[in-house]
Structures are given as C-alpha cells and as structure tokens.
C-alpha cells in the first residue's frame, strides 16, 4: 500500500486548502484511513478519520466545524477540506490506513495505523 498526500502550501489565517490522499489501493477489509499532523517538537496527533465498516467520521476536537473528511472510492482517495484556518493549524499532514481496531484505541489514535503516507506541508502564516 502506498499513499499519497498533496495539497499543502501557505495560506494566509481564515484561507482554505484541501488535501488529498491517493492510495494505490485500499489494503483489503481495511478498518479506517484518517488525517493525522504533526508540528515541529509536539507528538502526532489526530485530525479526522472515517471507519470504513460502518462510515462514522470522527474529528479531533480542534478542528470540529472546520475542517471535513470525505472519500472517493473509485479513485482511490480520500480527502480533508480544511477551512478557516489558524496558524497553530500549521504542520506536516499524513494521511494513514489501519488495519484493524484495538481495543481501547480510539478511532484518532496515531498507533492505530499501520501504512503512513510521506506528509505534506501546511503552513498558515499572514
């Protein structure tokens, strides 16, 4: 499984970007594919992911009313609308597919997933 992410770049504060995560495919019967994002000298954290098996979208909580997950299934990609932006938005974005559900683990929870995409670069910044 190889993933892509594109779509980043500098945006001024209260801009849009949309991101897209291309799969060369789906690993089969896998359990969920999210955004995570990671800023210099802070751990990894959620954004948004979708269950595959019964499509519940969740959202990290500093990011709820903003931003928007959303899928293509034909095409292999998955996507994260990314509106009104802050400047502590700024990071590197991965995107990420996990194979199955631990217990105790939270949908948003990095160690969840197995196969990571290289990043893309977010900056927000007038």
Not at 28 to 35: D, E, K, Q, S
Not at 63 to 84: C, H, P, W
Not at 103 to 124: A, E, H, I, K, N
Request: glycine share 12%; charged share 20%; proline share 4%.
């Amino acid at each position: 499984v190889q993933l892509q992410a594109s779509g980043g770049g500098l945006v001024h504060p209260g801009g849009s970007l949309r991101l897209s995560c291309a799969a060369s495919r789906f690993p089969t019967g896998y359990y969920a594919i999210g955004w995570f994002r990671q800023a210099p000298g802070k751990e990894r954290e959620g954004v948004s992911c979708i269950n595959i098996n019964d499509d519940k979208i969740s959202y990290g909580d500093s990011v709820k009313g903003r931003f928007t997950i959303s899928r293509d299934n034909a095409e292999n990609t998955v996507y994260l609308q990314m509106n009104s932006l802050k400047p502590e938005d700024s990071a590197v974005y991965y995107c990420a597919t996990a194979d199955k559900q631990i217990l105790g683990f939270s949908d948003l929870d990095p160690r969840l997933y197995d196969y990571w995409g290289q990043g893309t670069q977010v900056t927000v910044s007038s």
